[in-house]
């Protein structure tokens, strides 16, 4: 596979689940905001420190109110991380490798496309309701269904799949600081209700709840952020995300458990088996900020190896 | 719907002069009465909307938002009758094999000009000829693999070859995509027709790919090369390269090491044997044309000269475009094949002698005069509708530099049914059937029709408000039966075991 293609198709598969990923954030955090005011400060400052553009934020607005929140992250074209600058990129990722997509995939991208481009132009805040927030997620999860039912499972699906999994490992990782944050300095567990209502919110931001309440069943800070970060088998955590993209490069590499064949393999290798080998306990010994930041910095260092490996190596070796 | 329809002195494509359908037309004509001007305009709006989602349009710059728009699409497809087809495939079979041998020629041994019959004048001052080609032998002598002739009908029923389009031709993805929206869109009216499949166009393209490889070579790799995204032929780039399975490269992604020419993929360099190029002559290789090129591959040229990758179309066939070389398409044909040309070309007057100007300058209010070497339609001055300052520009033009201009009598294009604001309207059509020339010689049954959809416009330049329409290649009262044959077993198996 080319190495520009496979570029383009990591970057259009992590711009869809970075638009999924600020959706369901933003949609959660609706919910939350109608709560009263004694039970939640300001609900809309979080979302901006999730996406680490503060600085960007305040200078085109300054406030966060509903209004300038949802504009911000949802309809700004130029705030490049808003749903429909991912989109567009996306987008335009697609149609430059539209050859080495399936055409239900090109189609469940465009139509996306359609729908922020359009949203952009014609929406203003008030619109942003449920349902719109609903029709990105499923238009993101269609798009995932058709990629694994019309896209060979080769080279170029590897790449969609890690693009995939380390953006919303990413995203689960900065949600979860960011909606923690604080959480450790001030341990109130007498106000039962506050800390119910939040924690539940931070389940549902990645569809979570459910499953959790399957596997932990009241809500406890502590096994809530066991499920977001170590559960093995929740789609979302962060633990999965990087087990399956390991699972990716080594079908990519033909290495076994336990070796690798180059520095994106190696980091990610030694990144991933990490979390297995992690409890709660170990997490919260120091800080949970501490250790997610440690996490984001290896993720990023990960992603940077994959660059090197296969987006843009040097031309010496021949193929026979 | 028809009652009102007027094509006046023209040549109608579905209706004859005393309002009967044309034989092949008649059934679509019948289906398309029985619907209500309603009804059709909701299929268009499907059409529209189904283009739209699959991504078929081009994006309008300068306008905050990116706004998508789509190539206009008329949901009445154009038919053109068996008979008639069958006339149209044997013309253009002959012109591309004579066309093949005269441009050989002229890049080799030249005996076309040393017997006189094409001029020497006239090959020294083609601007599209390339002395770089000069020896060069393609694989198998084609250098026309993929040609998109432009074909008219005049009043009399008589098509004309109006350009040959050897370059770069484009149009053949809305051809296939055409017909794929109007299954899905309007399945109704081609129920029992027997209308000329198109779909496998893209295998027939692969096929002749892999017929022009170098010699030797069991697997060619082929690639499509494409200048990039931001080229308005972009779509179809990327749309045969996906219907053919191969892989669409940018220049960038190419490099020559040695004498060969290889691609940067994700395990190293792989060797590329066939480049179905979609860059012009100039772009191709800084080394060898333009120097500031920043779209081809340095040394190319170098290669494909060594035999060692294959280019369709071969460079340098761009000669056989020039609009004065056109008017000697048909002595050419007599010269090669012994052959009397069965497609007429348009009557041409070439400008750079002295006779024929003559003519041109006083007639030129009547006449359609074209810049040798443009396409696109880009500064064509139709002389009927043309103000005064118009043509004493056209004139002090041909006069500074005759050898850039040809004229032409004005052709009164042929009309076709097309759906304007919910009625049916007389619009003016031209043809691009698409030949593809391999082990042998392949036209695609149809073609892109284009059609001027302002009223009287002959214009039908998508970038100047033309759109298109589905072409039917139709057999006179043609049908056909789904046989029986290969019915699947009954199925066995469901959850509710046992219950009938």
Known sequence: MLSRVADCLYWMSRYIERAENLARFVDVNQTVALEPGDVIDDPWAPLILTTGDWALFAERYGQTTRESVLRFLTLDTEYPNSIVSCTRAARENARTVRESISTPMWEEINKLYLLLNRAARELSPEDLTYDFYNQIKLGSQLFIGVTDGTLSHGEGWHFVRIGRLIERADKTSRILDVKTYGWEQQPNPGDVQRTVVQWTALLNSVSALEMYRKVHGRIRPSDVIQFLLLDREFPRSIRYCLRYAEDSIRMMTGSTTGTFSNRAEQLLGRLSSGLDFTSIDDVLADSLHTYIDTFQLNLNDVAAALCDCYFAPPAIELIK | ?500
Not at chain 2, 159 to 188: A, C, H, T, W
Not at chain 2, 195 to 207: R, T
Not at chain 2, 439 to 447: F, T, W
Request: net charge negative; aromatic share 8%; with cysteine.
């Open chain 2, 1 to 500: 719907m028809f009652e009102n329809y007027e094509c006046g002195f023209l040549f109608d494509e579905a209706i004859q002069a005393e309002g009967a359908p044309r034989p092949g037309a008649e059934s679509l004509i019948q289906r398309l009465q029985s619907l209500s001007s309603e009804e059709l305009q909701r299929r268009q709006r499907m059409a529209d909307a189904t283009m739209l989602n699959l991504g078929i349009t081009f994006n309008v710059y300068g306008h905050e938002g990116g706004t998508e728009k789509i190539f206009p699409f008329d949901i009445i497809p154009r038919i053109v009758e068996q008979q008639d087809w069958n006339h149209i495939e044997r013309g253009l079979q002959q012109r591309i094999r004579a066309l093949n041998l005269f441009i050989d020629d002229l890049y080799n041994d030249q005996k076309v000009v040393k017997d006189h019959v094409f001029p020497r004048e006239l090959l020294e001052t083609a601007a599209t000829l390339r002395p770089q080609c000069q020896g060069v032998h393609p694989h198998k002598g084609i250098w026309c693999h993929i040609t998109g002739t432009d074909l008219v009908r005049d009043r009399d029923g008589t098509f004309y070859v109006l350009e040959d389009n050897l370059r770069v031709p484009s149009g053949v993805s809305y051809v296939l995509e055409n017909r794929e929206v109007m299954k899905r869109i309007f399945p109704q009216v081609f129920g029992g027709l027997s209308i000329a499949p198109v779909e496998n166009y893209p295998e027939k393209l692969l096929g002749t790919l892999q017929h022009c490889a170098p010699p030797g070579i069991d697997q060619p790799n082929i690639v499509v090369l494409t200048p990039g995204i931001f080229n308005s032929a972009y779509f179809e780039h990327s749309f045969l390269a996906q219907q053919m399975g191969v892989e669409l490269v940018q220049g960038s992604d190419l490099a020559v090491v040695g004498d060969r020419v290889y691609m940067r993929t994700t395990k190293g360099l792989k060797r590329v044997d066939v480049i179905y190029r979609r860059i012009d002559d100039d772009f191709l290789d800084p080394l060898c044309f333009r120097e500031d090129s920043a779209l081809g591959v340095p040394g190319l040229m170098d290669v494909y000269r060594k035999g060692n990758v294959s280019l369709a179309n071969a460079p340098g066939n761009g000669v056989a475009d020039d609009k004065a070389v056109y008017a000697f398409v048909p002595a050419l044909i007599k010269y090669y094949l012994g052959e009397d040309a069965i497609l007429p070309n348009v009557p041409t007057y070439l400008c750079h002698k002295r006779e024929d100007r003559q003519y041109v300058l006083d007639h030129l209010a009547e006449m359609v005069v074209k810049p040798t070497n443009e396409s696109g339609g880009y500064g064509i001055v139709i002389g009927p509708k043309a103000s005064r300052a118009e043509l004493d520009d056209a004139r002090q033009k041909i006069l500074a530099n005759p050898r850039n201009f040809v004229a032409q009598p004005l052709l009164h294009l042929s009309t076709v049914p097309t759906l304007i604001d919910g009625a049916i309207e007389a619009r003016h059509v031209d043809l691009r059937p698409f030949v593809l020339c391999g082990e042998d010689i392949y036209v695609l049954p149809g073609g892109l029709t284009r059609v001027a959809l302002k009223k009287g416009s002959t214009v039908v330049n998508s970038s100047q408000g033309g759109g298109s329409k589905d072409t039917w290649v139709v057999k006179r009262n043609g049908t056909h039966a789904p046989g029986m044959n290969g019915a699947a077993q009954r199925q066995s198996q469901s959850q509710l075991a046992g219950v009938t």
